[in-house]
């Protein structure tokens, strides 16, 4: 690549995601990219040979600005669109510049969806967990695959929202039409300052990848002769 995310450095299981998705999926399959951001996941999968929807509603992640960075550093970020641009990959990327939860339903189901560490901020606290999770869960066609990671409860204001979450909870937002594949957490970590977090942080963190169940076969009718 040659540009680079400004959540580059920050922890993510999308490895995990990638290798569950190289399993599941064809290698031209279609995955939805939930809280796009500035393309950390959406080049990666884009460059992978993947067909991308990219969701995403923050001007700034998309097309770039002016940003306050760590140690008082004033820059211009690159958004998503230029660095699509740039990379040469913006024909195998759909960008979505909607709010998630109030966008209209996609016109296709995908064969996965992603995302990462999106519904603990407070713009979607107006709205149950449940909510966001069953609109992803809406995206992913039969036989396909869900990834989330996600931010854990590490202060005690955190407990009193459920948008911090753990995988056990998480997972029982996934019916008898789902099966859960995997489910991991983080211990407590410090992550370095970014955007938004300009000083050392902790962080807890937690993955569920789940498989839509694949639609049964119609049962096999003899034919008269």
């Known amino acids: 690549m040659q540009t680079r995310s400004l959540w580059e450095h920050t922890l993510t ?3 995990q995601f990638l290798a569950a998705l190289k399993e599941h999926a064809s290698p031209d399959a279609t995955v939805a990219v939930v809280g796009a951001s500035d393309g950390k996941f959406v080049l990666p999968l884009a ?12 001007p700034l992640a998309l097309h ?3 940003v306050n960075l760590p140690g008082d550093v004033n820059a211009h970020a690159m958004g998503l669109i230029d660095r699509l ?14 709010d998630f939860l109030n966008a209209e339903p996609l016109d296709m189901l995908c064969d996965a969806v992603w995302t990462s560490c999106s519904w603990h901020y407070s713009a979607n606290h107006h709205r149950p967990l449940a909510e966001f999770v069953a609109r992803m869960q809406l995206l992913v066609r039969a036989g396909g695959l869900f990834g989330a990671e996600f931010m854990m ?33 983080t211990a407590e970590f410090t992550e370095r300052a970014h955007l938004g977090r300009l000083q050392d942080h902790t962080h807890r963190m937690g993955l569920v990848l789940a498989a ?9 009718q003899k034919k008269d002769s």
């Open 13 to 15: 299981f999308f490895p």
């Open 47 to 58: 460059a992978a040979g993947y067909r991308v929807i990219a969701i995403e509603c923050d």
């Open 64 to 66: 770039g600005g002016e």
């Open 85 to 98: 641009k740039l990379e040469e990959l913006y024909d195998r990327v759909q960008v979505v510049e909607e």
């Open 153 to 185: 409860p590490v202060e005690s204001r955190h407990r009193l929202v459920e948008h911090y979450t753990s995988p056990e909870k998480l997972s029982r937002h996934f019916t008898s039409a789902w099966n859960v594949l995997l489910a991991l957490r």
């Open 212 to 220: 839509r169940t694949p639609n049964p076969s119609p049962p096999y």
